[in-house]
């Protein structure tokens, strides 16, 4: 019990958010975290292995759905697998349009991030799971997608 506690007080201090206490802060930290993740997953190097692997749990499961078929990944590799799979382009995600409340990054969030392939016309939707600023899962969602002028 005592180690438990331990152990759980040392993973709140390897939080590096702490200082992010507002929701709409927390949203914007945690969403810019994702895009960074996959921007780093989607290049190589020492560097990019670095953050992947100061920001992602090694158990961490990231899985894409693309149709009927869920295609897993584990850890850095998961998250570079899912880079390459999506090849995006851009991303956007949606703003904290709500009160702004108190809140503490370091708990456990998600956050929504979609990322976009214009050349191919497919949109890959991830929900990312953050424990202690640690991205502890991600699970996407890829479809196509048809836009134009509208009126």
Not at 119 to 145: D, P, V
Request: a neutral charge; proline letters at 3%.
């Amino acid at each position: 019990m005592v180690l438990t506690i331990l152990l759980a007080g040392l993973a709140v201090q390897n939080c590096d958010l702490t200082a992010i206490k507002g929701g709409r802060a927390v949203h914007e930290a945690l969403s810019r975290r994702a895009v960074g993740i996959m921007a780093a997953a989607a290049t190589s190097g020492s560097a990019s292995d670095n953050v992947l692997n100061a920001l992602i749990d090694k158990d961490a499961v990231l899985t894409v759905i693309v149709g009927d078929v869920g295609l897993p990944g584990k850890g850095a590799a998961g998250a570079r697998s899912l880079a390459k799979r999506m090849n995006a382009d851009e991303y956007r995600f949606l703003g904290w349009d709500y009160m702004d409340i108190p809140d503490d990054a370091c708990r456990s969030q998600q956050v929504t991030v979609d990322f976009i392939a214009n050349r191919e016309k497919r949109i890959t939707r991830i929900n990312f799971t953050f424990e202690n600023g640690h991205l502890m899962g991600a699970e996407g969602w890829q479809h196509s997608f048809a836009k134009g002028p509208f009126p």
